[in-house]
């Protein structure tokens, strides 16, 4: 069982479907148990909507800002 820790580490990589599907499994898992996660998960997807258009963006986003975005929304604890 992964904790929320954990499922906040793999948040990105789950919604960029970089996870071999066991791990996938077991956030998804966990997200069904936890609200607080699936919470972070929802801001996560909206983050990386808006990110989506940002790289858009003219002039563009820095890759730096970008990465400070993402990082402001993983941050955030229930
Ligand atoms: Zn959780």
Known sequence: MLSCRDVHDLASAHIDRELPWRR?????????????????MRQLRATVAVLGRVKDADPPVSPEREAALVELFKRERP
């Open 24 to 40: 996938r499994m077991a956030v998804r898992l966990h997200l069904a148990m936890c609200k607080h996660c699936r919470r972070l």
